[in-house]
C-alpha cells in the first residue's frame, strides 16, 4: 500500500471511529435524558448536544495522548534498536578482527614450523 492509500485508510479509520463514539455518547446522553423525566424535548435535545460534544472532546484528548504516547514510545524503541545495533556491529568487527589476527598468528605459526 502506498503513502496515500495508507493516509486514505487512516482517515476512514479515524472517522468511522468517531462516528461510532458519537454514537455511544449520544446513546449515553438519551440514557441520562430518560432518568430525568422533568426535561422538556427542548432541553432533552440540548443536554443531548452538550453531553455529546464534551464526551467527543474528552474522547479526542484521549486519542492524542495515547498517540503523543505512542510517538515518543516509538522514538524510544527506534533510537535503542539503533543503539544495540551498533554495540552488536563493534562486537562483530572485534570477533571478526579477533579471528583474522588468530588465524595469521596459527598461519605464521605453522609457516615457521615447517621450515
Given amino acids: 500500500m502506498d503513502r496515500q492509500e495508507a493516509a486514505f485508510a487512516n482517515e476512514v479509520e479515524g472517522y468511522l471511529l468517531l462516528q ?52 515518543r514510545l516509538r522514538d524510544e524503541y527506534e533510537a535503542r534498536y539503533a543503539a544495540l545495533r551498533r554495540i552488536l556491529l563493534r562486537r562483530h568487527a572485534a570477533c571478526a578482527c579477533l579471528l583474522l ?15
Fill in 20 to 71: 461510532a463514539e458519537r454514537e455511544r455518547a449520544q446513546h449515553e446522553a438519551a440514557a441520562l435524558c430518560a432518568r430525568l423525566p422533568w426535561l422538556t424535548s427542548g432541553q432533552a435535545e440540548d443536554l443531548t448536544r452538550h453531553y455529546t460534544e464534551q464526551r467527543l472532546g474528552l474522547t479526542r484528548q484521549a486519542f492524542q495522548a495515547t498517540a503523543e504516547r505512542a510517538k
Fill in 101 to 115: 589476527a588468530c588465524s595469521a598468528v596459527a598461519g605464521t605459526g605453522s609457516a615457521l614450523l615447517a621450515r
